[in-house]
């Protein structure tokens, strides 16, 4: 199976000694099968200063992090896009694609949880609220001939329904790890059929 990071490299509620923003790298794997849990995949991070924020740094945290990881990943996704040139660059410095996706949610989960423990404790904290996560509705595509369908059903599966994910044939994408959602195993998840010869 593909190993698969989420990466994020931003500013941070913190200041320095020289009163500039603290920068720093998160990447950690994400979750591909239905049981997975998100703390429990490789986990990186790295504080960096304003001053070297830039694409050759980024590159070399990510080395370091490959080198500390269990596998290189084959792919890199970041959900934020006016990051996207750098991340971009150091990506293709290592020969790794790296593509802007909403699917980060172990990142986020992640990075909700170090805004609440880790950067409070930390000299020089700032406590303001972080503007900078946006999603910019992307202009809409054609569907892919394979989509366009004769028929279609909304269904809905409860969350225990899909432990047996990785049995199913999955040819068009991955899995998706639902216990890091933290949701009750008789959740509805809303979903849609589309049938096609």
């Known amino acids: 199976m593909a190993t698969i990071w989420e990466l994020d490299f931003y500013s941070r509620p913190i200041i320095d000694e020289r009163e500039k923003k603290k920068w720093e790298v998160l990447i ?19 504080f960096c ?7 050759l740094w980024l590159a070399g945290a990510i080395k370091e992090a490959i080198a500390a990881a269990p596998k290189r990943p084959e792919k890199i996704r970041f959900f934020r896009r006016q990051m996207a040139n750098m991340i971009t660059k150091a990506c293709d410095d290592l020969d790794i694609p ?13 990075l909700e949880e170090r805004m609440q423990n880790v950067y409070p404790a930390e000299p020089g904290y700032q406590p303001v609220v ?8 992307e202009t809409p595509v054609a569907l892919p001939d394979a989509l366009i369908g004769e028929k279609w059903a909304f269904v809905s599966l409860p969350i ?33 059929i589309i049938y096609s010869s």
């Open 98 to 110: 790296a593509a802007c996706s909403r699917r980060t949610l172990a990142l986020s989960l992640w």
């Open 28 to 46: 950690c794997e994400s979750p591909l099968n239905v049981g997975d849990k998100a703390e429990s995949l490789f986990r990186y991070s790295q």
């Open 160 to 192: 225990a329904a899909f432990d047996e994910m990785s049995e199913w044939d999955i040819g068009f994408g991955e899995a998706f790890g639902l216990p890091m959602t933290r949701l009750a195993p008789e959740t509805q998840i809303p979903g849609l």
């Open 130 to 137: 972080n503007p900078s996560v946006q999603f910019i509705p």
């Open 49 to 55: 200063s304003s001053s070297t924020v830039n694409s």
